[in-house]
């Protein structure tokens, strides 16, 4: 790859997104048609596909052997873990998280969709939306996925009949009208297992005239989801080099969370209140006149102020309150332990880390019925409900809609250390 390429490739947008369907919707197979088509597959993978799916008796090459990597999930021929593949067209970079679709590895859902921009839920033509199209988007909703995509699967299999499509279409709306984060929703009808509509238009539905899927997910707008109002640095590593040249440098080095950063900008460091100008912003490419989401550099400042590993950089004129109270919708992770209030954790806060204890379980929610459950609130894994958590120190939070980064934290067992939650701030 010739230097220039490779600047171009490293300067490309990419889009995070992850799939979502239940059980034999196709989603492997979906991937697999994607990265097939869009020539995105090694030679040796080809074969090694072909050769597999001889050994299956499948009539056709079984695309979804790509995305599902486990033995158990080949066998299976069901998805358990998150896959993670990555691939390229000429305009944009792509990150898909494959996430299972059954019940009991929700919490894998979670994990795989909480960095997406946008989710590809799959249908089954023949099934129409059923629970788990409803726990899905519950779940796309709750991790504040602005961008939903609703594959109709399967169209081969309804004869491409444009009222079996229109049917889902007016179903899916009504339920989703409940959700209040998923700003736009695409329906695409296609036939992963033939090709229909995921790179290459279809022949066999001339009455769909919106994008394929590749096309879609190569223009879909996603710029407006960074916030870059409110202003946050977290600080992972404070530099102190003690070299020679660098005798006196003093660099606060971490991720922007949001907001834009630029040399001169007054700042507050949090919990502490202390204020100071930024100086200079450095990173691996050098002095930047500017940093925003999500970029990483190393900020200098103008004054000595003390700062360390869990503190949080933001405007001066855009300060959050910090709290010990926090009131959070959780997924809870573990099989070994179950949560009920009093329970006592480590909350780990963007690069912060304090003591915690939940003073309360509100609800849990049925994720199937979106009904809140407030008879039986001990939380067991892949549960997901709101809880109220009292922390050991002042936490600088926002809530999840604002900013995913410092609106998210985790819990952590004391003793064996094992996340056991994730949490949204509400």
């Not at 034999?24 to 597999?52: H, N, P, V, W």
């Not at 519950?138 to 491409?160: G, S």
Request: net charge negative; charged share 25%.
């Amino acid at each position: 790859m010739s230097e220039e390429t490779n600047s171009g490739y490293l300067d490309m947008d990419l889009l995070r997104f992850t799939t979502a369907g239940s059980v034999d919707d196709g989603k492997s197979t979906l991937i697999g048609r994607l990265l097939y088509d869009s020539k995105a597959i090694f030679e040796d993978q080809m074969e090694a596909m072909e050769t597999s799916s001889k050994a299956r008796g499948d009539e056709h090459v079984n695309l979804a052997l790509l995305t599902d990597g486990l033995r158990s999930e080949r066998e299976q021929g069901i998805t358990i873990d998150v896959a993670y593949r990555y691939f390229a067209t000429p305009k944009r970079k792509f990150i898909i998280a494959d996430t299972p679709g059954h019940i009991q590895y929700t919490r894998n859902m979670v994990t795989g969709a909480s960095t997406a921009n946008l989710a590809i839920v799959l249908i089954d033509a023949r099934k129409g939306v059923i629970e788990q199209t409803c726990r899905h988007s519950f779940i796309a909703n709750l991790l504040r996925i602005q961008h939903v995509v609703v594959c109709v699967n399967k169209m081969d299999l309804v004869d491409w009949d444009e009222a079996v499509f229109d049917k889902i279409v007016n179903d899916f709306k009504q339920f989703a009208s409940r959700l209040d984060n998923i700003v736009e929703v695409t329906f695409i009808p296609a036939s992963a297992l033939l090709g229909d509509n995921i790179v290459d238009k279809s022949e066999n539905m001339p009455w769909y005239q919106g994008p394929t899927l590749l096309y879609h997910l190569e223009t879909v707008y996603i710029g407006a989801d960074e916030n870059h109002v409110e202003a946050r640095f977290p600080v992972q590593w404070v530099i102190r080099p003690h070299s020679d040249k660098y005798h006196d440098f003093r660099g606060f080095a971490g991720r922007v969370a949001g907001g834009v950063f630029k040399p001169g900008d007054e700042v507050t460091v949090m919990p502490s209140g202390f204020t100071s100008k930024i100086k200079a912003i450095e990173s691996m490419d050098g002095p930047q006149d500017e940093v925003f989401a999500p970029m990483s550099a190393t900020i200098t400042l103008e004054d000595e102020i003390d700062m360390s590993r869990g503190d949080i950089l933001v405007k001066a004129n855009n300060c959050p309150e910090p709290t010990q109270d926090i009131d959070a919708m959780i997924c809870w992770f573990s099989s070994e332990k179950k949560l009920a209030g009093r329970g006592k954790y480590i909350l780990r806060h963007s690069t912060k880390e304090v003591k915690a204890i939940v003073n309360e379980v509100c609800y849990k929610v049925n994720i199937n019925t979106l009904h809140k459950i407030e008879d039986d609130l001990v939380m067991e894994l892949n549960d997901i409900g709101r809880i109220k958590i009292r922390t050991s120190a002042p936490v600088i939070a926002d809530s999840y809609k604002t900013n995913r980064i410092t609106g998210s934290f985790v819990l952590i067992d004391e003793l064996t250390n094992a996340t056991v939650a994730a949490g949204m701030i509400i």
